[in-house]
C-alpha cells in the first residue's frame, strides 16, 4: 500500500508566499516523477509542475518564475514553495507520485487528497 500526504495549504494574501509538501510512504521500492496538480473550483485538474529523480523540473507557464518544486529522494518527499502568490492560484493542490512497488516492481501513480489554498486579493 502507498500513501500520499500534502500538507502546508492554507490562506495568504495576494503577493505573499506558501510552502506545500508531500511524503510518499509505503510499500514503495523508488519514486520516479513527482508533481503537483491544482484543481479549481469548476475546473479541471491542471498541471502545475514535476520534477523527476534526477531533478529536471518542468512549470505551467503560469507559475514560471513563481513557484519552485524540489524534492527530497532520501525522504521521498516533494515540496512547492510559491512566491508572488495571485488570487487565480486559489485552488486545491494535489500530489502525485510515481512510485515502484517493492518486490513486484510494478510502477503504480499515486495520488494524495490534496491540500486547499487560497489566495486573497
Known amino acids: 500500500q502507498v500513501h500520499v500526504v500534502e500538507s502546508g495549504g492554507g490562506l495568504a494574501q495576494a503577493g505573499g508566499s506558501l510552502r506545500l509538501s508531500c511524503v510518499a510512504s509505503?510499500?514503495?521500492?523508488?519514486?520516479?516523477?513527482m508533481g503537483w496538480y491544482r484543481q479549481a473550483p469548476g475546473k479541471q485538474r491542471d498541471l502545475v509542475a514535476v520534477i523527476t529523480s534526477d531533478g529536471s523540473t518542468n512549470y505551467a507557464d503560469s507559475v514560471k518564475g513563481r513557484f519552485t518544486i524540489s524534492r527530497d529522494n532520501a525522504e521521498n518527499t516533494m515540496y512547492l514553495q510559491m512566491n508572488s502568490l495571485k488570487s487565480e492560484d486559489t485552488a486545491v493542490y494535489y500530489c502525485?507520485?510515481?512510485?515502484?512497488?517493492?518486490?513486484?516492481?510494478?510502477?503504480?501513480?499515486?495520488w494524495g487528497q490534496g491540500t486547499q489554498v487560497a489566495v486573497s486579493s
Open positions: 509505503g510499500n514503495i521500492f523508488r519514486v520516479n516523477t
Open positions: 502525485n507520485a510515481n512510485v515502484v512497488l517493492r518486490r513486484s516492481y510494478l510502477e503504480f501513480s499515486a
